[in-house]
């Protein structure tokens, strides 16, 4: 390539420079080892177990209920329906699902500016199900050492049975856990039935890729997903203060940490309470180390707790080495009616009184929900037109949706122009949570009206008290 000059330019070769003594080769990357995380018992893990039977048994037991002759929940996306215990939702009713989406972003707000990662530690389908799955592995491999020896050793008689019997058992629950998914969205009878007997390949298809996204991040990925897939963990800083309530290590107590025996007077030997004994570390499912301070790893478990006071138990110390506290908290000793009142402070309190009002007009909307709808459509083919009788009619087409579980008798009736007449058989009779559509006339005496667009009112009336009322407006058309 010549210079804008016409001049060569002069080649410079790069010598790569070789380092020096000392110096430190840092990888970019580091692959993740696998976590062997320890059992434990107390009472953060009895908690972590009390949810994971509350969170399945409606999960796995929901779909089986029954109200009336209908699956109690069951989100019908084929017939446009949903089902919640006694509602009947439409597609229509869309606002409700916003108006749940966005209380429940608010509940999350709250709860994490009140406690951290509540949802995280407890109620997450992520935990949930990888404490299920560690369950199954350490009844099948045995606890933390057991695993940590059979996963070391060759391939040996023991380690491909455990290894076989434990796959099997994983893949059992995840194929239940798709089949049940599935089950909120086809009546899980049906889709029972259809699967014993392949059919219905969109139904086997997402039972399979349910039940493989459990398996792969219950059984596999694990902390994996709460570190890199989740966004929660990444902007959780910013809905934490420092009178949030996170698992606390407390560095002025603890420190200096040291290994040692029961018989060891700590203040004489100028330790702190901490005997390095890392067992909050190996209970950790993500395998961090609390002692290091908040991670955006950590998802507020608190098995740690538990295993600490254990050993401060064993040791003679006082508990709360590691606890449930606040940074305030712990950088200036305060006590727990002090952390109590710090939890009403404003940020706490517009949640509160935000989530409070959107629930109940979200509720109060429910309740005041009238149980029919309807939707009206000109007929295009003929926008007015001169009968017998020398009356004008405008045609009309009515979709009148019952939204009730029994069979409906509507009544139909116009207002809005003098001497306006609905041209109607009889009544108007729509199945249970069925949509009905009714051809409509309207006449009024000719020149009753002046020419132009008139708006009406078309009324349903149902013919069972409290089974609806609706009105929808529309224009009635006189030519010129």
Same mark, same amino acid.
């Given at each position: 390539?010549?210079?804008?000059?016409?001049?060569?330019?002069?080649?410079?070769?790069?010598?790569?420079?070789?380092?020096?003594?000392?110096?430190?080769?840092?990888?970019?990357? %580091?692959?993740?080892?696998?976590?062997?995380?320890?059992?434990?018992?107390?009472?953060?893990?009895?908690?972590?177990?009390?949810?994971?039977?509350?969170?399945?048994?409606?999960?796995?037991?929901?779909?089986?209920?029954?109200?009336?002759?209908?699956?109690?929940?069951?989100?019908?996306?084929?017939?446009?329906?949903?089902?919640?215990?006694?509602?009947?939702?439409?597609?229509?009713?869309?606002?409700? #699902?916003? !108006?749940?989406?966005?209380?429940?972003?608010? %509940?999350?707000?709250?709860?994490?500016?009140?406690?951290?990662?509540?949802?995280?530690?407890?109620?997450?389908?992520?935990?949930?199900?990888?404490?299920?799955?560690?369950?199954?592995?350490?009844?099948?491999? !045995?606890?933390?050492?057991?695993?940590? +020896?059979?996963?070391?050793?060759?391939?040996?008689?023991?380690?491909?049975?455990?290894?076989?019997?434990?796959?099997?058992?994983?893949?059992?629950?995840?194929?239940?856990?798709?089949?049940?998914?599935?089950?909120?969205?086809?009546?899980?009878?049906?889709?029972?039935?259809?699967?014993?007997?392949?059919?219905?390949?969109?139904?086997?298809?997402?039972?399979?890729?349910?039940?493989? %996204?459990?398996?792969?991040?219950?059984?596999?990925?694990?902390?994996?997903?709460?570190?890199?897939?989740?966004?929660?963990?990444?902007?959780?800083? %910013?809905?934490?203060?420092?009178?949030?309530?996170?698992?606390?290590?407390?560095?002025?107590?603890?420190?200096?940490?040291?290994?040692?025996?029961?018989?060891?007077?700590?203040?004489?030997?100028?330790?702190?309470?901490?005997?390095?004994?890392?067992?909050?570390?190996?209970?950790?499912?993500?395998?961090?180390?609390?002692?290091?301070?908040?991670?955006?790893?950590?998802?507020?478990?608190?098995?740690?707790?538990?295993?600490?006071?254990?050993?401060?138990?064993?040791? !003679?110390?006082?508990?709360?080495?590691?606890?449930?506290?606040?940074?305030?908290?712990?950088?200036?000793?305060?006590?727990?009616?002090?952390?109590?009142?710090?939890?009403?402070?404003?940020?706490?309190?517009?949640?509160?009184?935000?989530?409070?009002?959107?629930?109940?007009?979200?509720?109060?909307? #429910?309740?005041?929900?009238?149980?029919?709808?309807?939707?009206?459509?000109?007929? +295009?083919?003929?926008?007015?037109?001169?009968?017998?009788?020398?009356?004008?009619?405008?045609?009309?087409?009515?979709?009148?949706?019952?939204?009730?579980?029994?069979?409906?008798?509507?009544?139909?009736?116009?207002?809005?122009?003098?001497?306006?007449?609905?041209?109607?058989?009889?009544?108007?009779?729509?199945?249970?949570?069925?949509?009905?559509?009714? @051809?409509?006339?309207?006449?009024?005496?000719?020149?009753?009206?002046?020419?132009?667009?008139?708006?009406?009112?078309?009324?349903?009336?149902?013919?069972?008290?409290?089974?609806?009322?609706?009105?929808?407006?529309?224009?009635?058309?006189? @030519?010129?």
């Amino acid at each position: 390539m010549q210079p804008d000059n016409g001049k060569p330019r002069k080649i410079i070769p790069i010598t790569p420079v070789e380092p020096e003594d000392g110096d430190k080769m840092v990888a970019m990357f %580091a692959s993740e080892q696998k976590v062997y995380s320890r059992s434990i018992s107390g009472f953060f893990s009895r908690w972590r177990w009390a949810m994971v039977f509350l969170t399945q048994l409606f999960f796995y037991g929901m779909p089986w209920l029954q109200w009336g002759q209908r699956q109690m929940v069951l989100f019908d996306l084929e017939a446009r329906r949903f089902y919640l215990f006694g509602l009947v939702l439409y597609p229509q009713d869309f606002i409700y #699902l916003t !108006g749940l989406l966005i209380i429940s972003a608010l %509940a999350l707000f709250l709860f994490t500016a009140v406690a951290g990662r509540l949802w995280c530690g407890f109620s997450c389908p992520q935990t949930v199900y990888t404490e299920i799955f560690m369950w199954i592995e350490r009844k099948v491999e !045995g606890d933390r050492s057991a695993r940590m +020896r059979i996963d070391k050793s060759g391939w040996t008689f023991e380690k491909i049975w455990k290894k076989s019997l434990k796959q099997f058992l994983w893949i059992a629950v995840s194929l239940w856990t798709g089949f049940t998914f599935v089950g909120f969205f086809v009546p899980i009878r049906e889709l029972g039935s259809q699967l014993l007997e392949l059919q219905g390949n969109w139904q086997i298809f997402w039972v399979l890729f349910y039940g493989f %996204a459990t398996y792969g991040n219950a059984g596999y990925m694990r902390e994996q997903v709460c570190k890199y897939m989740c966004p929660y963990a990444r902007f959780q800083s %910013a809905m934490f203060d420092k009178d949030t309530m996170i698992v606390s290590y407390d560095g002025q107590r603890g420190e200096p940490r040291a290994p040692r025996t029961k018989q060891v007077d700590a203040q004489a030997q100028g330790l702190g309470d901490c005997i390095d004994c890392k067992l909050c570390v190996q209970v950790c499912p993500v395998g961090i180390d609390i002692r290091n301070g908040l991670q955006y790893e950590c998802i507020g478990c608190g098995l740690c707790i538990d295993a600490c006071n254990s050993v401060m138990d064993k040791m !003679g110390y006082a508990r709360g080495l590691i606890r449930m506290s606040t940074q305030n908290a712990i950088a200036r000793a305060w006590k727990q009616a002090q952390i109590i009142r710090r939890v009403f402070r404003p940020r706490v309190l517009i949640y509160t009184v935000v989530l409070l009002g959107l629930s109940a007009a979200m509720i109060g909307s #429910l309740i005041m929900r009238e149980p029919l709808k309807l939707n009206v459509i000109r007929d +295009r083919a003929s926008l007015s037109r001169i009968v017998a009788g020398g009356k004008l009619e405008n045609v009309y087409r009515l979709q009148i949706m019952n939204a009730t579980e029994q069979e409906q008798r509507y009544r139909i009736t116009a207002t809005g122009l003098d001497g306006l007449e609905v041209v109607l058989e009889d009544e108007v009779v729509v199945g249970p949570a069925e949509t009905r559509g009714v @051809p409509v006339g309207l006449q009024i005496p000719y020149g009753s009206a002046a020419p132009g667009s008139h708006t009406v009112y078309f009324n349903v009336d149902a013919v069972t008290a409290g089974a609806g009322r609706t009105s929808e407006k529309a224009v009635f058309l006189v @030519p010129r």
